[in-house]
């Protein structure tokens, strides 16, 4: 199928999952993962609507703000080295994997330095595997209390990666506890925190996601497809 066809489609299963969750639809927004996909396919996304674009690689992200029209609203979702960052200033509307404090400081200092803010998610490694990073579920309430302390980072939600699960079901406990830690941070009452973001959810089990609560899911292959372009 094509971009647009899958787009439609994807934007129709989010749509449908929220209903079924007792959800507003229009509370889940798409974050198009372009990690390996090239301008043209991103350009075809933008026709359809597309606004919100996810990349994994400062690299590519740089290159490709360069080749492409104004307007996308970029976010970076995937691991990020302090030494970076630099990089990322003022390109980005958002930043999904602070998983430490030092990442948290180099970003409040890079966007400091233009006069801006940055919007944030805490990654959380809610299921403690050794080959993912983010914050252990322990050290969220930490984490957001020390960044929030930043004058050019505002903290906006949590963001997961599950365990991969032939069934999309099984991950759904690890989703609930992300909503679980959300809440808990919202009443803990931390000045300047806004759990207003659930980033979780990718093209295997994105609806299992929305039910328990994602606010952002992150779709790269039932997108663009696991095809290669030229």
Not at 16 to 43: F, N, S
Request: charged share 25%; with cysteine; proline share 4%.
């Amino acid at each position: 199928m094509s971009i647009a066809e899958n787009f439609q489609r994807i934007r129709e299963r989010i749509a449908q999952a929220a209903r079924l969750a007792g959800r507003d639809p229009d509370e889940v927004r798409l974050v198009a993962v372009t990690k390996t996909k090239p301008a043209a396919a991103i350009a075809e996304a933008m026709n359809c609507g597309q606004t919100i674009f996810g990349e994994n690689y400062v690299q590519e992200l740089v290159g490709k703000v360069a080749e492409l029209p104004a307007g996308i609203d970029w976010h970076f979702i995937g691991n990020l080295q302090s030494n970076k960052v630099k990089y990322l200033a003022g390109l980005v509307g958002m930043i999904h994997s602070v998983d430490r404090i030092s990442l948290a400081r180099e970003i409040d200092r890079h966007w400091g330095a233009i006069g801006k803010t940055c919007d944030v998610l805490i990654e959380v490694n809610v299921a403690r595997e050794a080959t993912k990073g983010g914050a252990t579920s322990d050290e969220v309430l930490q984490l957001v209390t020390a960044a929030a302390a930043l004058p050019n980072l505002r903290v906006k939600g949590l963001m997961t990666m599950p365990p991969f699960f032939d069934d999309p079901e099984a991950a759904r406990p690890y989703f609930r506890r992300l909503r679980e830690l959300a809440a808990e941070v919202t009443s803990a009452g931390i000045a300047g925190v806004e759990m207003k973001e659930l980033s979780m959810g990718m093209s295997g089990d994105f609806e299992a996601a929305v039910a328990e609560g994602a606010t952002l899911v992150r779709v790269g292959s039932a997108l663009f497809g696991e095809r290669h372009y030229p």
